[in-house]
């Protein structure tokens, strides 16, 4: 079932104009310069510190390095990072 996902999933993204993140289940990175990042659509809190935040993802990880990290909003599947935003990285599982 899975693999019929994978398959038809970026056929109905381009056929119906839908964004490939929805589709996909991918995360969303929004950054605002090197204060900001919102993420959207991932999977749970892994790692959080002053310097350091990593999030699961249903590919991977998403971390984000860098200092005077403060959590200003998290839900369920989206979460708003402010601090000095140093890296974005994504570990494939």
């Not at 970026?10 to 996909?24: E, N, R």
């Not at 998403?62 to 599947?77: A, T, Y």
Request: hydrophobic share 40%; aromatic share 10%.
């Amino acid at each position: 079932m899975k693999k019929w996902q994978q398959r038809i999933g970026p056929w109905l993204s381009k056929y119906f104009s839908l964004p490939s993140d929805v589709m996909m289940e991918l995360p969303r990175v929004t950054m605002i310069g090197q204060l900001h990042v919102y993420i959207e659509n991932h999977q749970g809190l892994t790692v959080y510190s002053d310097t350091e935040l990593k999030l699961k993802s249903n590919k991977g990880y998403i971390q984000i390095s860098g200092s005077s990290f403060v959590l200003k909003m998290m839900l369920p599947e989206e979460i708003l990072l402010e601090g000095n935003i140093e890296e974005v990285k994504f570990i494939p599982e």
